[in-house]
Each structure stands twice: as C-alpha cells, then as structure tokens.
C-alpha cells in the first residue's frame, strides 16, 4: 500500500516535472506569461503570477496574471508570507529576473522545489527570448540603415559603383542600372565588361590606380557605349575597414560631355 502511493506520488511528480519542461520559445513575454500561468495553476495550485525584470533599484514587471495592477505585485513581493514565493535568477550582469507565484494555502517545500524547477525553466526561454529579439532587432537595424544608405545614393545624379579588389561589382546605384539595365543584376560581374565590353581592365583605370597608390584617382573617359554621355570623369577613391584594411574601390561617374563640348567649342573659338 505504501509502495503504492510513493509510486503514484513519483509519477505525479514527474508528470508534473515533465509538464514544466514542455514547452520552449516563445515570441512574446505575454506569452510567457501565459503559459507559466496555466501551468502553475493547474499543476500546482497557483492563483497569481508575476514576472519582472530587476536592473539595480528599478523592478519592472513584464508579465502579470491574476494581478489588478502593476502595484499590486510590487506590494506583494514586499510583504512576501508563506503563500508567496519568489525565485531570483540571473538574466544578464545588469538585470535579474523576479518569477512571483502566489497560492491561498501555504507553498510546502516540494512545491517550492517545483516552483523553483519551473522559474530556472522561464530564465532560459526569457535569455533564449532575448537573445533572439536582440538578433531581430540587430537585423531590423541593419536593413534600416542598407534603405538609408540606398536611399542616399540613388538620390545624387552621378554614377556610383563600389568593386571589391577583382574588379567585380558589389554595389550600382540606380544611375547606373539605368544605363545597363539589360544586363541587371550587375553584383559580381566585372565593371570593365559591363561598361566596355572588355576582357582586361581600361587603359589607364583610376580604380587599379587607386587600388595601387592607396589614394583618390581620377579619369576623363568615354562615355558607355549606347549611351546619351559622350564624356564621363571617373573618381576612384580606396574603400578601407574599421581594420584598416584595402576592401574595394567606390566609383563614382560623372556625366561631363556638356562641359567637354562647351570647352570644345570655347577651344575653336580662340583658334
């Protein structure tokens, strides 16, 4: 009989034990909240949860069930009885996470154990939850600022293509698609045969200049085939890491053949 009733309390507890480790990541604190809520309260006789973030003297609550209000739980952590049992845990060097949970009988100590067991479970899925909107957040904030830099780029009037040390395109702005916009995407391909047609690199390139003298460089070139510039100047200036390090080459190309033929015809007049 006893045998019987240790057997059938071990595998209550396990089930519970299993119960708590059920479930994984989550998108949201709220829903967090809700799920630790409906389990505490129906395996353990739960009544009200709180969850909050301590960082230094400040005590903020991210998720609360049962509560009328954030006060509330703050005052109930100050007057915490034999009903009340608060597990700390760290979630990083600055914050600790408080998991409140509160029955109307007194919490023996096998549910302490499983109250502790449970909140040692929310700090995994809250550091796997903010490690992964930090991730979201780091990506979000990379997207924004590729918009902000395509959006300055495509709004000036001149070419602009940055090349990576083989010559090969890694970024066109939107002036220079227009112009080659039969031969889109550009990334990857060499500018010399995208712009010339050609096998080699153009006499004279201020981007193998530039790549060689570690300096701004620049060329009055013909314009690209089939196009309404007869005259471009090309500037090539290094593009250079946080390291230190040569990476590519920013081009940018300027549409001159109103100021060559005003020069030409300024040269035919004084002759």
Known sequence: MHDTKFLNSLIAELSVLQEINSFNTV??????????????????????????FKEGKQQIVVGSWGFRNDEQVLNLIETENQTVFAVRFVLDENKLGIAVFEQSTTIDEKQKKLYTIL??????????????RAKKEAEEALIKSRTFFNNI????????????????IQY????????????????????????????????????????????????????FPDSSM???????SPLISNEGKFIGIVESIHDITI?????????????
Do not use: H
């Open 119 to 132: 909140s040692s479970r929310i700090q995994e899925i809250v550091a796997s939850y903010q490690n992964i």
């Open 172 to 223: 066109s702005n939107k002036v220079i698609e227009k112009y080659f916009a039969d031969v889109l995407p550009l990334f990857g391909k060499k500018c010399y045969t995208v712009f010339y047609s050609r096998e080699t690199p153009c006499e004279d390139c201020p981007s193998l200049k530039s790549m060689n003298s570690g300096s701004a460089e620049s060329l009055v070139m013909p314009g």
């Open 153 to 168: 780029l495509n709004s000036v009037q001149e070419g602009i293509c940055v090349l990576d040390n083989d010559f090969n």
């Open 230 to 236: 007869d005259w471009i100047k090309v500037f090539s």
């Open 27 to 52: 998108e949201s604190l709220d829903q967090l909240t809700e799920e630790v809520s409906e389990r505490a309260s129906r395996l353990l006789g739960c009544r009200r949860f709180a969850l909050l």
């Open 259 to 271: 100021q060559r033929k005003l020069e030409e015809d300024l040269n035919q007049i004084q002759t």
